[in-house]
């Protein structure tokens, strides 16, 4: 299993980014995706993730401005982050794995981890 991460970069206040994750030996619909991000010296920390139930969930800070979605064609899953604010400067990291519904904010229940991508927000 592979997962490949992409699209980080720099933006400036209030715009906006797509991070894409292209899933490998994953049948496509069988796993939970998320989207975590970790700063220097803190505990990495949950944006969003794609059930297996077909619902998304949002960390608070997030919801309303991010968007979590999905690309059966190419096993893709893609996390669309507009209204973008200096403090979502972080490293975002993909992940998948079967978390229970109710533990989907867990990032020790994910068992497979794309390389973490750099978003820069600053003006």
């Known amino acids: 299993v592979q997962l490949q991460a992409s699209g980080g970069g720099s933006v400036q206040p209030l715009g906006s980014l797509r991070l894409s994750c292209a899933a490998s030996?994953?049948?496509?619909?069988?796993?939970?995706m998320a989207w975590f991000r970790q700063a220097p010296g803190k505990e990495r920390e949950f944006v969003a993730a794609?059930?297996?139930?077909?619902?998304?969930y949002y960390a608070d800070s997030v919801k309303g401005r991010f968007t979590i979605s999905r690309d059966r064609a190419k096993n893709t899953h893609y996390l669309q982050m507009n209204v973008l604010k200096p403090e979502d400067t972080v490293v975002y990291y993909c992940?998948?794995?079967?978390?229970?519904?109710?533990?989907?904010?867990?990032?020790?229940?994910?068992?497979?981890w794309g390389q973490g991508t750099l978003v820069t927000v600053s003006s």
């Open positions: 992940a998948s794995g079967y978390p229970p519904v109710g533990s989907v904010r867990s990032d020790g229940l994910y068992r497979w």
């Open positions: 794609f059930a297996r139930n077909g619902y998304t």
């Open positions: 030996g994953l049948t496509f619909g069988s796993y939970v």
